[in-house]
């Protein structure tokens, strides 16, 4: 079935380091793809997405390319701060089926 | 503002009392959704529903139940809550279901049962 494995964490990094937060999906079809960040107490909130090959979704600096020949969406942000410090969810969707949720990675960043 | 609202947002109770979270949202989205979250298990489906009166099963539906009888609205029920039903939930609505639509959640609620 359709699914989606992103690296486990926590991820613990210094303020100004480089991100990447892998992620790689299984599917049937050719699904959108979506970078979704939670802060802690708030629900979900779409970061990013890409809807087809080679697309590149951005936001706030973060910045994600649709691989199809490699099944993946890998996270990335040159250089983070503390602000960004909360759980990155990767998920798929397509035609009419749910969208399916990575695991989580819990991401804290230190002054 | 356009927005999914959940409530309680926190919830304390005990075996087998009956409880009932509400989700609204005000997007006129046909699309609704339950999660739970849990360590490790990321996000998992448990209820979504389509439009008025068209609700289906998810992942783990088990103990759970809902209704839609206004596009609005979307609560979920646990008639008889258990101790492994502790777990952080939320609502999700969607203009539809799948494709390239984006997932709006709720706050979350934070369910305990003793």
């Known amino acids: 079935g359709d699914s989606v494995t992103q690296m486990e964490g926590p991820v613990t990094l210094s303020e100004e380091a480089f991100l990447t937060i892998n992620c790689t999906y299984t599917?049937?079809?050719?699904?959108?793809l979506f970078w979704y960040v939670q802060y802690p107490g708030e629900g979900l909130q779409l970061l990013l997405k890409?809807?087809?090959?080679?697309d590149k979704g951005s936001n706030k600096g973060f910045e994600a390319t649709y691989r199809k020949e490699t099944t993946s969406f890998h996270l990335e942000k040159g250089s983070v701060q503390v602000s960004d410090s909360a759980v990155y969810f990767c998920?798929?969707?397509?035609?009419?089926?749910?969208?399916?949720f990575g695991a989580g990675t819990r991401l804290t960043v230190k002054p | 503002e356009a927005q999914v609202t959940q409530n309680p947002r926190y919830l304390i109770t005990v075996t087998g009392k009956k409880l009932t979270v509400t989700c609204s949202q005000n997007?006129?989205?046909?699309?609704m959704s339950w999660y739970r979250q849990d360590p490790g298990l990321g996000l998992r489906q448990i209820y979504y529903?389509?439009?008025?009166?068209?609700?289906d099963k998810g992942d783990v539906p088990e103990g759970y139940k809902v209704s839609r009888k206004e596009k609005r609205n979307f609560p979920l029920i646990l008639e008889s809550p258990s101790p492994n039903q502790t777990s952080l939930y939320f609502c999700?609505?969607?203009?539809?279901?799948?494709?390239?639509?984006?997932?709006?959640f709720g706050p979350g609620t934070r369910l305990t049962v003793t």
């Open positions: 997007m006129n989205h046909e699309y």
């Open positions: 529903s389509m439009n008025v009166e068209v609700t």
């Open positions: 890409a809807t087809k090959a080679d």
């Open positions: 999700a609505s969607s203009p539809r279901r799948g494709g390239s639509y984006e997932q709006y």
């Open positions: 599917a049937t079809g050719y699904p959108s």
């Open positions: 998920a798929l969707s397509y035609n009419n089926n749910d969208m399916r």
